[in-house]
């Protein structure tokens, strides 16, 4: 018998069941109602609100002002180097260019752990967003890997009103059957044995969440 089934047994011996028990439906007290969203504009609002009180930085930037708002961010966090999700979305918006343009040097999504992990900044999508928590979702794929979201110093995630969910229930409901998702609620935060919280142990130090409005 190996772990698992060990842990298993063990929990199934506590409550008094074998496998072959069947699964007892859920009572209605324990059910939670879907939750109702309400317009994109309340929706996104909510999702900046609960970003900021994470010290995460969240704004509106018309796709107009993106070169301004980038070079404000590379010049605020002092960016060298960056890395880019390959994405139709990002290409259509010349994150790429605009970035070099600034002078940043551009190393490719899916260079060494260490070569990501030097970047300045992580620049990708955002697939769902969960309002009420501030949560970003997002997916894992060749365009789309998961470190240049984990490993940079800093992460901008650009969004879109359509990525707004209602709540885990949605987002289950899209991703299901897909390997891997990343969420992240605000930047990254480790706390020790005496609860001494550090930001930036395990990620990214500023988390920046930009709508991108056409």
């Known amino acids: 018998m190996n772990t698992r089934e060990q842990i298993l047994t063990d929990i199934r011996t506590a409550l008094q069941r074998d496998s072959q028990s069947p699964i007892q439906p859920l009572s209605a ?3 939670v109602a879907s939750r109702v969203p309400g317009d994109a504009a309340a929706e996104m609002q909510m999702l900046f609100n609960e970003i900021t009180k994470l010290g995460g930085v969240a704004r509106h930037v018309p796709a107009s002002e993106l ?10 966090q002092q960016i060298r180097r960056a890395t880019c999700w390959n994405t139709p979305e990002l290409a259509a918006l010349d994150v790429p260019a605009r970035l070099m343009q600034l002078g940043v040097q ?10 990501l992990a030097e970047c300045d900044l992580g620049v990708t999508g955002v697939d769902l967003a969960l309002p009420e928590t501030g949560t970003l979702v997002l997916r894992s794929s060749a365009d789309k890997p998961r470190a240049v979201s984990l ?3 800093v992460h901008l995630a650009l969004l879109s009103p359509a990525a707004l969910c209602a709540d885990l ?6 991703v299901k059957g897909e390997g891997y ?10 706390a020790d044995i005496e609860l001494t919280v550090t930001i930036g142990v395990h990620g990214p130090k500023a988390l920046y969440v930009w709508n991108i409005e056409r």
Do not use: C
């Open 29 to 31: 007290s324990a059910r």
């Open 67 to 76: 070169t301004r708002a980038l070079e404000q961010l590379v010049q605020e």
């Open 106 to 115: 551009l190393v490719a999504p899916h260079a060494d752990s260490r070569a």
């Open 151 to 153: 490993l940079p110093r």
């Open 169 to 174: 229930d949605a987002v289950f409901e899209q």
């Open 181 to 190: 998702w990343v969420f992240i609620t605000g930047p990254s935060r480790t």
